[in-house]
């Protein structure tokens, strides 16, 4: 299959101090959106709508607002009392964050021109077996049963189409401003890791966006340039023209919701194609504030935490740490927890710092 044209190079020109903002505001805008969907990973739209409302918070405008104690009668999210509103101190550890941090220590340790067996000896080396999630973690262990990248993630995955390497797609966008081209290439050998086909596409297609995203403000341009860095045919490409069409036809984001829900609910709450749909729904219908965009992404359900990442991700990144409000980055405190072997308590400025480095060396 083929990818249509596409501008490959949107060349930036950004001092020092406007590229730092931007990526600063990627990881914050990032961060928030992960830690706003958290509390309902994997919740679907009517349970969320159902909860918020008895709380007297629907449609989202902050994060998720915390209940009695002793109320039980919904459900309610547990084991994420820190993610709730007045309880935030930092962004909590999740494989949403792991990801770009693990990305920046990959080109630390081994340039822009890594190949997949170095994302595979990162993974190794840096993150912990019980960590990684589906796809990777069936990779993971491909790994360590000796069979090598990129074959990892085709031998026995049943999730190689799934989300995980969708996440994994801000840092190839981010060192990358201007050159969607070259941030779909790295995505690509980092994908290749553990995912095949629209697996494979959703993080290629998010990193051309993220990197056209320094140069071009329009987020209908921003999927077309993403579009032309995959192949034109695929179930993923049809899935985003679809969103694309959709949202142009109706204001109301609830009805694009109903329409994504209606020709791709049937996929998995976790897989590529149906929460690329949901990221993309908050950005059209968003229309680039911060909180109204990772509030849609998260109020549509599915897998709440990387769809609300990667949509604020794309919003930080367009708006710089400067424009970002108040109320969604000033609970983080600059602090973020991981995973990652090296980087269990971080400034998440400092992150942003070491991914500027980054950007000068490529």
């Known amino acids: 299959m083929l990818r249509p044209d596409g501008p490959r190079r949107v060349p930036a020109f950004l001092p020092p101090a406007a590229l730092y903002d931007r990526i600063y505001g990627a990881w914050l805008g990032r961060a928030a959106g992960c830690l706003l ?7 679907p739209k009517k349970r969320i709508e159902e909860t918020l409302r008895y709380c007297n918070a629907w449609p989202l405008d902050d994060y998720f607002p915390p209940v009695p104690p002793n109320d039980r009668g919904l459900g309610y999210w547990q084991g994420n009392l820190s993610c709730l509103r007045g309880n935030i101190t930092q962004m909590v550890r999740d494989d949403d964050m792991d990801y770009p941090i693990l990305g920046l220590h990959l080109l630390e340790e081994n340039g822009p021109k890594f190949i997949s067996a170095d994302v595979a000896g990162q993974w190794l080396s840096h993150l912990p077996f019980h960590m990684v999630y589906t796809a990777e973690r069936v990779a993971y262990r491909n790994l360590v049963n000796g069979i090598p990248a990129p074959l990892s993630g085709r031998h026995h995955n049943p999730y190689r189409e799934w989300i995980g390497a969708q996440i994994r797609a801000d840092m190839w966008g981010w060192v990358n401003p201007g050159e969607p081209e070259r941030a779909a290439a ?3 050998r980092d994908a290749e890791v553990s995912h095949v086909k629209n697996g494979t596409y959703g993080e290629m297609f998010f990193a051309a966006l993220l990197a056209a995203a320094f140069v071009v403000d329009d987020i209908e341009e921003l999927i077309v340039v993403g579009l032309s860095e995959i192949p034109e045919e695929c179930r993923l490409a049809e899935a985003v023209r679809d969103t694309l069409s959709w949202s142009k036809e109706s204001e109301d984001w609830e009805e694009t919701f109903r329409r994504i829900e209606g020709k791709y609910g049937h996929y998995h709450g976790t897989h590529t194609i149906n929460n690329a749909a949901l990221v993309l729904m908050g950005l059209l219908h968003g229309k680039k504030d911060l909180g109204r965009t990772i509030g849609i992404a998260v109020m549509g359900g599915w897998d709440t935490d990387c769809n609300g990442a990667t949509a604020g991700s794309v919003v930080g990144t367009l708006l710089g740490a400067e424009a970002l409000p108040e109320a969604w980055v ?10 990652v072997v090296g980087f269990g308590d971080m400034r998440i400025s400092e992150l942003a710092e070491r991914t500027c480095r980054q950007v000068e060396r490529i």
């Open 330 to 339: 000033k609970p983080l405190n600059d602090r973020i927890a991981s995973a």
């Open 186 to 188: 790295m995505a690509y």
């Open 37 to 43: 969907g958290r509390p309902v990973e994997k919740w």
